[in-house]
């Protein structure tokens, strides 16, 4: 590798400093750091060398020992070179002053790594993240992607060979997933990027993290990541989900039939059993390489759009399946499902509500302040913070000039958004106190919630919980903040007041979701990791019911008048009723696909769920259970807020190159306004004193402020 200048010799391979890089221009920002170009260093056979640069409260976390024996591995390898055509490997440590380590350079992505896409302005050509391809066919030709059978398979088959390879060389990836994946078609393969986060013979740079909805430790609790038997579980995934088209499906029972049998074994295998009886890699390379070899070259097709008064009823099986030679478990009894929009309520409906209002009829009554309080609290799950890299042609310093990271590609180097809020890394869920002028936001790889002044638009204290905080919701009477921490199965409890956390209490696996009953003193928790539902006592913090046999449950929301629960059922297409005196299941609301965030609007008792799995918005009907399908935006919809004084909802669209809000008449069921935001929305909540949304952005770790 050449560059200019003098390098420093620390062990057999040498480090640069900053000054060697050149004119550094900024490509992308992520959880640690950001990457820039560097076109002061060259290395023969490799297009472009990137540079990342670790977030300096971050650097005190990083074993500079384990770094640097990245490149000194790479240095002594005699497959070196095919290790730098599979992934961004460390190539060179990088110091900002004498003995401090800043970074490391790395290659850029290959041009072939990408993918040309109809987007809404155009044809666009971008860098190919996996993620894409884990999307329906609707999706896919759309934006005519030509993924086939056939392409599955053969990008499958160099996954495992790519991990078969990385294992023989005492590699391990730990956070496999398609946000550290890219993809080429021609010819099929696949590429790593994230490789510092991976382990070397046992070692990691920094603290393994997971990236949610492919963590070994919600499908094997106390597994160890991070091992061949951690990649051997997520390849199974991927396959799963790329063969069924679904973003975070774990239902085996759901690959087509023509998955062939020896397939299907593994998929099972690798998902369902423990370490030992997982197949490892080089086990899947002849039954894929057979499968790819009779599978069809059909290319994605837009299906026949239904008829206006129909809505499609999604489930988990959409044609026949074959009999299994296993048995799963016997499903525990669900209610019924309600019946299409038009057709009246289900038997057991408790009847339309009384007319919304404040303090009139036979509902309860709110106070002012309880009325401000509620807010939809946004659950945000898996959506992509990707760090960019790419083959550096950079313009000169502050010309505002695209940047070149590919053949063909070209990206605007990305800057703070604009009316921001810095707040702690990777930011995922945020909540409103209307009277307190406050937001609340968790910081999921921060593992902290940040308080912002919303006055001033500033953090005003920064307070520890729990591991992966992501969901939040807010008591303004009770003085009392509630958190989910995802990885340690617990829910954070807050005094607002004291800004401390009063009592950590342990609910199910991989919480995702909480809601706030206020009138009743109860908190219900959504478990995704164990398919349930904890009803935690508000008074004595101590959860008192835990409802089982529900299938995905990934959100929760609670309507105030009539003290029902709304669970959203990822993975059964499906919204859960809860009864508020019993918290049982009373109805079950077939909706979109995979609905992913619900909010409540306390004056009209509509639900507004979204569905990430398509592109729509489901409208409850809050006393009769109908339901109204919107379909909004060109991507898969995340978080939902709801404002009611203003008959306005929100939902963020975490899309691939087009990252915006879109404002919804809550009425007319229609989209009035796109509001385009920086990489990448998450979580969205609406103060309904001043009617300004929040928005947290995971790339920037920031929170945008949209002016009503």
């Known amino acids: 590798m050449a560059a200019a200048g003098g390098d420093r010799m620390t062990g057999s391979v040498t480090r640069l400093t900053v000054s060697q890089l050149g004119a550094r221009t900024r490509l992308a920002q992520g959880g640690q750091g950001f990457v820039y170009t560097a076109p002061g260093i060259a290395m023969r056979q490799v297009s472009g060398m990137v540079y990342k640069e670790y977030l300096a409260t971050l650097r005190p976390r990083v074993d500079v020992a384990v770094l640097e024996s990245m490149p000194e591995f790479l240095a002594r390898l005699p497959d070196g070179m095919e290790l730098l055509s599979r992934a961004a490997w460390p190539c060179r440590l990088v110091e900002d002053a004498p003995g401090r380590v800043s970074g490391f350079v790395m290659p850029s992505i290959p041009g072939h790594f990408s993918v040309e896409m109809q987007l809404s302005a155009g044809m666009s050509r971008s860098l190919?993240?996996?993620?894409?391809?884990?999307?329906?066919?609707?999706?896919?030709?759309?934006?005519?992607?030509?993924?086939?059978?056939?392409?599955?398979?053969?990008?499958?088959?160099?996954?495992?060979?790519?991990?078969?390879?990385?294992?023989?060389?005492?590699?391990?990836?730990?956070?496999?997933s398609p946000k550290n994946l890219y993809f080429s078609l021609s010819p099929p393969q696949v590429y790593f990027i994230e490789c510092d986060a991976m382990a070397v013979a046992g070692r990691s740079v920094l603290e393994q993290m997971e990236t949610p909805d492919w963590q070994i430790v919600v499908g094997h609790p106390g597994e160890e990541k991070a091992t061949v038997a951690s990649d051997s579980y997520k390849l199974g995934l991927l396959a799963l989900r790329l063969l069924v088209s679904d973003q975070v499906t774990t239902d085996s029972r759901r690959l087509p039939l023509a998955v062939p049998a020896l397939v299907?074994?593994?998929?099972?295998?690798?998902?369902?059993?423990?370490?030992?009886?997982?197949?490892?890699p080089a086990d899947w390379h002849d039954a894929l390489g057979a499968a790819a070899a009779t599978a069809t070259t059909t290319l994605p097709r837009k299906p026949k759009p239904a008829p206006p008064q129909q809505y499609p009823r999604q489930g988990l099986a959409t044609q026949p399946r074959p009999t299994p030679t296993w048995q799963a478990p016997a499903a525990p009894p669900r209610p019924p499902a309600f019946p299409p929009p038009g057709s009246g309520p289900p038997p057991g409906w408790p009847g339309p509500l009384p007319p919304p209002g404040l303090g009139t009829g036979t509902g309860p009554r709110f106070s002012g302040r309880q009325l401000f309080a509620l807010v939809a609290v946004a659950v945000v799950g898996l959506v992509i913070a990707v760090l960019l890299w790419g083959t550096p042609e950079p313009p000169s310093p502050g010309s505002g000039r695209p940047t070149t990271v590919g053949p063909g590609i070209t990206r605007t180097p990305e800057t703070s958004p604009a009316n921001s809020v810095a707040v702690g890394k990777s930011p995922n869920g945020v909540a409103i106190d209307p009277g307190?002028?406050?937001?609340?936001?968790?910081?999921?790889?921060?593992?902290?919630?940040?308080?912002?002044?919303?006055?001033?638009?500033?953090?005003?204290?920064?307070?520890?919980?729990?591991?992966?905080?992501?969901?939040?919701?807010?008591?303004?009477?009770?003085?009392?903040?509630?958190?989910?921490?995802?990885?340690?199965?617990?829910?954070?409890v807050i005094d607002t007041n004291t800004r401390a956390v009063v009592a950590t209490v342990p609910v199910g696996k991989n919480p995702s979701g909480v809601a706030v009953d206020f009138g009743a003193h109860v908190a219900y928790v959504a478990n995704l990791g164990e398919n349930s539902v904890s009803v935690l006592d508000a008074t004595t913090r101590t959860v008192t019911a835990t409802l089982s046999g529900l299938k995905g449950a990934i959100?929760?929301?609670?309507?105030?008048?009539?003290?029902?629960?709304?669970?959203?059922?990822?993975?059964?297409?499906?919204?859960?009723?809860?009864?508020p005196a019993t918290h049982a299941v009373t109805a079950t609301i077939t909706v979109g696909k995979g609905p992913f965030s619900l909010a409540v609007d306390p004056l009209s008792h509509n639900v507004f769920v979204t569905n990430i799995n398509d592109r729509t918005l489901s409208v409850i009907a809050g006393a009769t259970g109908a339901v109204t399908p919107v379909t909004v935006g060109p991507h898969s919809l995340n978080s939902v807020a709801v404002d009611s004084a203003t008959h306005t909802v929100y939902a963020t669209d975490s899309g691939f190159g087009e990252f915006a809000v879109y404002v919804i008449d809550a009425n007319a069921h229609t989209v009035t306004t796109t509001i385009p935001v920086a990489r990448t929305p998450r979580g969205i909540a609406v103060d309904p004193a001043t009617h300004n949304a929040y928005v947290t952005i995971d790339n920037f770790d920031a929170v945008t402020v949209i002016a009503r």
């Open 555 to 579: 959100a929760v929301a609670v309507d105030p008048g009539s003290h029902r629960a709304y669970v959203a059922d990822r993975d059964s297409n499906s919204v859960s009723v809860l009864d």
């Open 264 to 280: 299907r074994t593994l998929i099972r295998a690798a998902i369902d059993e423990g370490p030992s009886g997982r197949p490892k």
């Open 436 to 492: 307190a002028h406050l937001a609340y936001v968790a910081n999921s790889v921060g593992n902290s919630v940040s308080v912002i002044d919303m006055a001033s638009k500033a953090v005003a204290a920064t307070i520890a919980v729990g591991k992966s905080p992501s969901a939040l919701a807010v008591d303004t009477d009770a003085h009392t903040l509630y958190v989910t921490d995802q990885d340690d199965n617990t829910l954070s």
């Open 128 to 176: 190919a993240s996996v993620q894409l391809l884990l999307n329906g066919e609707e999706f896919l030709a759309n934006r005519r992607i030509g993924l086939t059978d056939r392409l599955r398979y053969q990008l499958l088959l160099d996954a495992a060979r790519t991990l078969d390879f990385f294992h023989g060389h005492d590699i391990t990836v730990g956070d496999l």
